[in-house]
């Protein structure tokens, strides 16, 4: 059977210009030493995130550098269909998923543990095309792509790709949201207090896909945590508490698992007010155990930051990007007078993925709770451009890249 030598592909030619399907050239493994390592997908699901916005208005470095035309996504799952001949672990026809961060494994963040900084990622949809199209090659392929377990889909990995890992980083590794939960435990045991419950306090400041993604995870986390003790933990008790100015955010939000909600305010005098409500719903008042900022906007990023108990933890996950207004500015006398532990987080080790690919093959979480419509290439294309006008609450995943038929567009079933 003779291969196609040409793909169709989502591109832009110009940052916030139009968003067009070409045929372009299929991508293909070449025999030098370069290729050795790489593998071509063929793309069966891709994400559509704020990210690849970001991407397509040129707020990202990176896809600056690269220049034009180019391609998004960056989310995303598929089948091998050739491999370079290094690639041993990864057989053809096999169904992987993609972490979004390739890391190099020998620069010396790779070597000494914390692969999310590795000095020389490769980043699809942002350091090179992406997977707004039939195929995709990437390299690093045994070190970075990992096999679905058979009952995961492809919109599950798909959805997993960028939201759902970036959370888990967040929540797990990051927030240390289990190690927050020992300690308490630990030092009621210590003050001979069994009787009284461990409060946790957790506040997610933004309730996007990324927020709803993080307390997914402190939800699934909790339920591992119960399934390996045997117990269902009564003397623990999580206060999850979503913050957002959508009410139909927050009702989202609640759904997923939110103990507590939090209407917040654009109005800037309206911010005390907000905190306010937020630390009234912590155990002492003293404020939250955990802070996410999984929005990056100037209020969420301070009112995490307000919000955070003395010597408590807040992470920055949401991208500070706001060209709407004033950059976030981290209220650095709270930080220093509560000794508060500002911490970043970004993206997430593909060592990890098994594990949560494991999460979701368990029925621990199911990222395919987010999606609200599987579309074509061309509505995925579509989808990135109309984020001018904000994010949907929901993902929207491209499932069909097929040309349509004369009748217009076709929604894939799938």
Not at 207 to 224: D, F, H, K, S
Not at 262 to 272: G, H, K, M, R, T
């Amino acid at each position: 059977m003779t291969r196609t030598t040409t793909m169709r592909a989502a591109i832009f030619r110009s940052f916030g210009g139009p968003i067009e399907i070409e045929e372009v050239d299929r991508p293909t493994i070449d025999k030098e030493e370069e290729d050795a390592n790489s593998v071509i997908l063929q793309v069966m699901a891709t994400g559509v995130c704020r990210s690849d916005w970001h991407a397509y208005k040129g707020h990202d470095n990176d896809v600056i550098e690269h220049g034009f035309p180019f391609c998004p996504g960056h989310e995303f799952s598929g089948i091998v269909v050739e491999k370079g001949r290094r690639v041993q672990k990864l057989r053809l026809g096999d169904r992987v998923a993609v972490p979004f961060i390739l890391i190099c494994g020998s620069c010396t963040y790779c070597h000494s543990g914390s692969p999310t900084v590795c000095l020389h990622q490769k980043q699809p949809g942002f350091t090179q095309w992406g997977s707004f199209a039939e195929y995709i090659k990437l390299p690093r392929a045994d070190r970075n792509l990992r096999v679905l377990p058979s009952n995961v889909t492809f919109v599950q990995a798909a959805a997993l790709g960028c939201r759902f890992t970036t959370a888990f980083r967040a929540v797990i590794q990051q927030g240390k949201f289990l190690e927050e939960i020992e300690k308490q435990s630990q030092q009621r045991n210590n003050n001979n207090t069994e009787n009284t419950k461990t409060n946790v306090s957790v506040g997610i400041f933004g309730c996007g896909g990324l927020g709803l993604a993080c307390i997914m995870m402190i939800v699934a986390a909790v339920q591992q945590q119960q399934q390996q003790s045997g117990s269902h933990c009564p003397n623990t008790l999580v206060r999850i508490i979503a913050v957002d100015v959508s009410s139909q955010a927050l009702k989202k939000a609640q759904e997923l698992g939110a103990t507590h909600t939090v209407l917040a305010s654009i109005d800037p005098n309206e911010q005390v007010q907000v905190r306010d409500q937020v630390k009234a719903l912590t155990d002492d008042g003293h404020g939250l155990d955990l802070s996410i900022d999984a929005a990056g906007f100037s209020a969420t990023c301070e009112n995490a930051v307000h919000c955070t108990r003395p010597q408590g933890r807040m992470v920055q996950v949401g991208l500070p990007i706001d060209t709407h207004s004033r950059p976030p500015l981290v209220p650095m006398g709270i930080v220093a007078g509560k000794e508060v532990q500002l911490v970043g987080s970004h993206g997430f080790a593909s060592s990890d993925l098994p594990d949560l690919l494991q999460w979701v093959s368990d029925g621990l979480v199911d990222p395919a709770q987010l999606v609200e419509r599987h579309v074509s290439l061309e509505e995925g294309a579509h989808a990135i451009q109309d984020m001018d006008h904000g994010s949907p609450l929901g993902i929207t995943v491209v499932t069909d890249f097929q040309k349509p038929s004369t009748n217009g567009p076709v929604t894939s079933k799938l």
